[in-house]
């Protein structure tokens, strides 16, 4: 279960670091139509893995549903919602004039790739590697979240 919830959470911060830079980019962000972009962009993905997952388990276990296996899927898709609280809180700091917008976005999109960052290397750790492996693993998905940076901002997005 701890996998489900890890992978849901990786794929979440994967997503908003897109959604992140499109808002950085953008022209005419405002406060407001941040927070609904993430918002919403977390709502959408959650919705999404819901829907797909409550009607897959039926198909793939050969029974309904039962409570335990919704209960299951609440838990293991949470992260997909929880990813967004930490880039509403930053612009919500930016709309009390502590930042401005556009460094909130950016403190929000330099936090989702630490996150990347922090998962690999305690990912690492849990299985048995030393420092030196999980530093590396923390690495390479650093890279990852900077390769999605990189694209939209090439992509002009």
Do not use: C
Request: aromatic content about 4%; proline content about 3%.
């Amino acid at each position: 279960m701890l996998s489900e919830r890890l992978k849901e959470r990786i794929y979440a911060s994967l997503t908003l670091l897109a959604v992140l830079i499109g808002l950085v980019e953008g022209r005419h962000v405002d406060h407001t139509g941040a927070v609904l972009s993430v918002a919403v962009t977390a709502l959408g993905l959650w919705s999404a893995t819901l829907v797909a997952d409550l009607q897959a388990r039926p198909v793939a276990h050969g029974r309904r549903l039962h409570r335990d296996d919704v209960r299951h899927v609440l838990f293991t898709s949470s992260p997909l919602l929880s990813v967004a609280v930490g880039p509403i809180v930053l612009v919500a700091l930016s709309a009390a004039d502590v930042l401005a917008l556009r460094t909130a976005l950016w403190v929000a999109i330099g936090t989702e790739v630490a996150a990347l960052a922090a998962w690999g290397y305690l990912g690492g750790r849990r299985i048995g590697s030393g420092p030196l492996r999980a530093a590396v693993t923390a690495a390479l998905n650093t890279g990852i979240g900077l390769v999605v940076v990189a694209v939209k901002l090439l992509a002009g997005h």
